[in-house]
């Protein structure tokens, strides 16, 4: 419980992520110079207690029934969590209204994609850039400058001597593309790790587009490249994964506090096409919806002239229905406690 509550605190300055990492996605929580058990050995000794207690403690009495039944759905309930912390995938969808999409995106996990013509071809990890290596090309990409969290400065205004300007860099080879016109330079990452603007900057020698090019989330225009007439496209962005089905945003409704812009509560109501299939329906905030073992819950929106777009969080988990069951099973357990009790009280 003390971890519960020290770890649902601590987002509030930390940030959602950084206090999952620290408090729930650990063995060992350092308190300062402390090590206490962190939140996977707190489980693990739990539901192995519980375990062994269930099978070899238990009083297999009738009047026992409806406790032995609610240990076994806290049972269920740990091990639903197990294959969710294994399994569990959590990712958002952005859609403008009026539009359609079929793309889910990482909050945190950035990448470059190469594609020849409309192919994917190679695929790397952002945090991974040091060790880059791109087999199969016919030109060389050398990254020479990166930050987690960027600030993007006019190419003329960025100090000298910062990383992104360093002779190295620049020399013999020209700037090309959006790098023309701006840099970037590093800051402190937010405690939000899916709010961060993370960029790259690159150096590309042996294309017939030769220079040095940046890029960085939510870049409008990709690196576009030629090479004995062979195409290639250079995306860098938050990792994205095609859904087998897409979603149409009809229109986003936001309720707000009388007098104020604040929302009380907002909604989407979309579209699912699956091939031939369509249906109709709405996501609000408490009601997600469920389809092909995908749960889309409505988190965010944006909004500006004329434009409005709805967030989704998504979870891809296969443990989705243990969280029932156990639910289920412990409350079928204690209303047959309670039913057990009164009866032998009544019978006494």
């Given at each position: 419980?003390?971890?519960?509550?020290?770890?649902?605190?601590?987002?509030?300055?930390?940030?959602?992520?950084?206090?999952?990492?620290?408090?729930?996605?650990?063995?060992?929580?350092?308190?300062?110079?402390?090590?206490?058990?962190?939140?996977?050995?707190?489980?693990?000794?739990?539901?192995?207690?519980?375990?062994?207690?269930?099978?070899?403690?238990?009083?297999?009495?009738?009047?026992?029934?409806?406790?032995?039944?609610?240990?076994?759905?806290?049972?269920?309930?740990?091990?639903?969590?197990?294959?969710?912390?294994?399994?569990?995938?959590?990712?958002?969808?952005?859609?403008?209204?009026?539009e359609e999409t079929q793309f889910i995106y990482s909050y945190t996990a950035r990448n470059l994609v190469i594609y020849e013509d409309k192919t994917q071809i190679q695929s790397h990890s952002f945090e991974n850039i040091e060790n880059w290596n791109f087999p199969d090309l016919p030109f060389k990409i050398e990254p020479q400058y990166w930050c987690e969290n960027c600030e993007i400065l006019k190419r003329a205004e960025i100090p000298a001597n910062t990383p992104a300007e360093t002779p190295e860099y620049s020399e013999n080879q020209p700037y090309q593309g959006m790098?023309?016109?701006?840099?970037?330079?590093?800051?402190?990452?937010?405690?939000?790790?899916?709010?961060?603007?993370?960029?790259?900057?690159?150096?590309?020698?042996?294309?017939?587009?030769?220079?040095?090019?940046?890029?960085?989330?939510?870049?409008?225009?990709?690196?576009?490249?030629?090479?004995?007439?062979?195409?290639?496209?250079?995306?860098?962005?938050?990792?994205?994964?095609?859904?087998?089905?897409?979603?149409?945003?009809?229109?986003?409704?936001?309720?707000?506090?009388?007098?104020?812009?604040?929302?009380?509560?907002?909604?989407?109501?979309?579209?699912?096409?699956?091939?031939?299939?369509?249906?109709?329906?709405?996501?609000?905030?408490?009601?997600?919806?469920?389809?092909?073992?995908?749960?889309?819950?409505?988190?965010?929106?944006?909004?500006?002239?004329?434009?409005?777009?709805?967030?989704?969080?998504?979870?891809?988990?296969?443990?989705?229905?243990?969280?029932?069951?156990?639910?289920?099973?412990?409350?079928?357990?204690?209303?047959?406690?309670?039913?057990?009790?009164?009866?032998?009280?009544?019978?006494?």
């Open positions: 419980m003390l971890l519960l509550i020290a770890g649902t605190l601590a987002q509030r300055w930390m940030g959602l992520w950084p206090a999952l990492d620290m408090f729930f996605s650990g063995f060992i929580l350092w308190a300062g110079p402390i090590p206490l058990p962190g939140a996977y050995i707190l489980l693990g000794t739990l539901s192995i207690s519980l375990t062994l207690k269930f099978l070899l403690k238990s009083d297999w009495s009738l009047h026992k029934f409806g406790i032995n039944l609610s240990h076994l759905g806290a049972i269920i309930l740990l091990l639903g969590g197990l294959i969710t912390a294994i399994t569990a995938k959590e990712s958002y969808m952005l859609i403008p209204e009026g790098a023309q016109f701006m840099a970037f330079q590093s800051k402190a990452p937010d405690p939000q790790p899916e709010t961060n603007l993370t960029g790259i900057q690159i150096n590309i020698s042996g294309s017939d587009q030769d220079g040095i090019y940046i890029a960085f989330d939510g870049m409008p225009k990709p690196i576009e490249l030629t090479k004995n007439n062979r195409k290639f496209t250079l995306v860098f962005g938050k990792e994205q994964t095609a859904l087998p089905f897409s979603i149409a945003l009809i229109d986003f409704v936001k309720d707000e506090y009388t007098g104020t812009t604040m929302a009380r509560e907002y909604s989407s109501d979309i579209i699912v096409k699956d091939g031939a299939l369509e249906w109709p329906t709405r996501i609000e905030m408490n009601e997600p919806l469920r389809y092909k073992g995908y749960t889309f819950f409505q988190s965010s929106f944006e909004q500006g002239p004329g434009y409005e777009a709805t967030i989704l969080a998504v979870v891809e988990n296969k443990g989705w229905l243990f969280p029932y069951l156990g639910t289920i099973i412990i409350s079928l357990g204690l209303i047959s406690h309670l039913l057990i009790r009164l009866y032998r009280k009544r019978t006494s």
